[in-house]
């Protein structure tokens, strides 16, 4: 079994900064894929950005040019940087990863951005 454990989140006001973490433990072997979603208010969780084993990255086109999704691989762990938050950004962040026979979910940390 997997566990992942989230940091990182919290209030900062708009054009602000705040860095994510997401620890993974357990039976772990190999991550596949590490990525953040969100999900605010009234609306469907959305991927932000991911990473796959060979450091390719994905973003949605609302977070590119102010996320940054990186990875250590001796600490299974993947990080959010995030910069130039807007209140729109605004929501729950979960850390999803994949290895080769699970895929977990972290427990979610609220980021709120004030204007």
């Known amino acids: 079994q997997v566990q992942l454990v989230e940091s990182g989140g919290g209030l900062v006001q708009a054009g602000g900064s705040l860095r994510l973490s997401c620890a993974a433990s357990?039976?772990?072997?190999?991550?596949?894929?590490m990525g953040w979603y969100r999900q605010a208010p009234g609306k469907q969780r959305e991927l932000v950005a991911s990473?796959?084993?060979?450091?390719?990255?994905n973003y949605a086109d609302s977070v590119k040019g102010r996320f940054t999704i990186s990875r250590d691989n001796a600490k299974n762990t993947v990080y959010l940087q995030m910069n130039s938050l807007k209140p729109e950004d605004t929501a729950v962040y979960y850390c999803?990863?994949?290895?080769?026979?699970?895929?977990?979910w972290g427990q979610g940390t609220q980021v709120t951005v004030s204007s």
């Open positions: 999803n990863l994949k290895g080769g026979w699970w895929d977990a």
């Open positions: 357990g039976s772990i072997g190999s991550i596949i894929v």
């Open positions: 990473i796959t084993s060979g450091s390719s990255t």
